[in-house]
């Protein structure tokens, strides 16, 4: 199987066969599709400290002027039920994750009984890290996420083992730092140092992949809005990730969901924490500078 293809190149005959049979389907599934506007709603979440607003459509960056006028969190894509979801953290399934987040960020679990609470004190001392990321490191020059740097305390201040890109403990990680900067707007750099990795993910996010030869733009910017099946495509916005997803009873990180939606294109994929998706999540977050960060959001 091809790893990608890019409009123009010529897949083997047994794989253009496949490509060709793939979009014939998929011309008939749009064809067929209905239009939905995202739902006009306010999201306002009951939170311990009261109500809080967020911002969930708002003008489209600068460098998406030609693509779209708004740009949407997910939020407005979904049925009554699931919003209904995100509007209390008693009812948001991922607030569970924050609290298990908690408990390992208080945790003496280093090699010489080191905490994440004995270095950076509360949790809350990382409000505004999310809402920046991913962005390129000053003194390395790397693209960082946040679970680079989370791995960066793990393994030299805690002398553990890495912890998984997508395992329990990073996700709970994950979630706890990420509802610190809730209600902060997203606002990742891309200019300076970080151009070029920005460059680099807006290729990948117009490259098509797979058996279907399908690219991220496709659904999420040509498509966005259609009815396909019982599936709302959203823009694809990562403000609200990570995100605890109905379908799987659990929290995803942007990083997983990359994955999956390289796989749904019958594609090989890279790997969560390559190069290429960070460069991509640095893209894709640029497309939703200026919507809130949702913490924990509830998506189908």
Not at 250 to 277: H, M, N, P, W, Y
Request: contains cysteine; charged residues 25%.
């Amino acid at each position: 199987m091809q790893r990608y293809t890019k409009t123009g190149f010529a897949p083997h005959a047994a794989g253009a066969a496949r490509g060709i049979a793939a979009a014939a389907v998929l011309g008939l599934a749009l064809a067929g599709a209905a239009f939905a506007d995202p739902v006009e709603d306010t999201l306002t979440i009951e939170t311990d400290d009261g109500p809080l607003t967020l911002t969930t459509s708002a003008p489209a960056p600068e460098h998406l002027k030609d693509a779209m006028d708004t740009i949407w969190s997910g939020w407005h894509y979904r049925e009554d039920e699931t919003r209904d979801l995100e509007r209390d953290d008693f009812d948001n399934p991922g607030m569970v994750f924050v609290d298990r987040g908690i408990d390992s960020w208080n945790k003496a679990q280093g090699a010489k009984g080191e905490s994440c609470a004995g270095c950076h004190q509360g949790p809350e001392t990382m409000a505004g890290l999310r809402a920046t990321l991913p962005r390129v490191d000053a003194t390395s020059g790397k693209l960082m996420l946040m679970e680079d740097y989370i791995n960066g305390c793990v393994t030299e201040r805690m002398g553990l083992e890495a912890w998984g890109w997508t395992g329990d403990k990073m996700k709970d990680m994950l979630a706890l730092i990420s509802v610190q900067s809730r209600g902060m707007a997203v606002n990742v750099a891309i200019d300076g140092p970080a151009a070029a990795f920005w460059e680099k993910g807006k290729e990948i996010y117009y490259t098509r992949f797979g058996q279907l030869e399908m690219s991220c733009a496709n659904c999420h910017e040509d498509n966005q809005g259609m009815m396909i099946r019982a599936d709302h495509l959203s823009q694809g916005q990562i403000n609200g990730f990570p995100a605890y997803r109905l379908k799987d009873a659990g929290i995803l990180s942007a990083q997983q969901r990359f994955v999956g939606c390289v796989r749904d294109t019958r594609a090989e994929t890279f790997k969560a924490g390559s190069d290429e998706f960070k460069a991509l999540e640095l893209y894709v977050a640029s497309r939703g500078n200026g919507l809130s960060v949702e913490g924990v959001s509830v998506r189908h």
